[in-house]
């Protein structure tokens, strides 16, 4: 399995940015698929997730402004972000829950890093105020 995420750059504070995720050996739409983030100095910490019927689940901090989706056609995940604050700069990671169809679980389980078995190797967004 290997997930290539790709789409990061330099934005200014409003602005927007879309970071896609490409898989291989397994199809997306059967899996749960998450991103995550990275800044300097901290944890790595949730931002969205989508199950394979399409449900989606936000952080707080992003909700309203970022929206997760699915191209079947091109087995990849999106995350489109807008209105972009300096404090979303970090490295944006993607990951994939081994699970095949994985029943509907509390929300905590989509914000759990663990849930998810591989990882892309990230790609940076950074914010200019």
């Known amino acids: 399995v290997q997930l290539q995420a790709s789409g990061g750059g330099l934005v200014q504070a409003g602005g927007s940015l879309r970071v896609s995720c490409a898989a291989s050996g397994r199809t997306v739409s059967n899996h749960i698929m998450g991103w995550f983030r990275q800044a300097p100095g901290k944890e790595r910490e949730f931002v969205a997730a989508i199950r394979p019927g399409g449900s989606a689940f936000y952080a707080d901090s992003v909700k309203g402004r970022f929206t997760i989706s699915r191209d079947n056609a091109r087995n990849m995940v999106k995350l489109q972000m807008d209105s972009l604050k300096p404090e979303d700069t970090a490295v944006y990671y993607c990951?994939?829950?081994?699970?095949?169809?994985?029943?509907?679980?509390?929300?905590?389980?989509?914000?759990?890093?663990?849930?998810?078995?591989?990882w892309g190797q990230g790609t940076q967004v950074t914010v200019s105020s």
């Open positions: 990951g994939l829950d081994e699970t095949f169809r994985p029943p509907f679980r509390d929300s905590s389980y989509y914000s759990d890093r663990a849930t998810y078995n591989y």
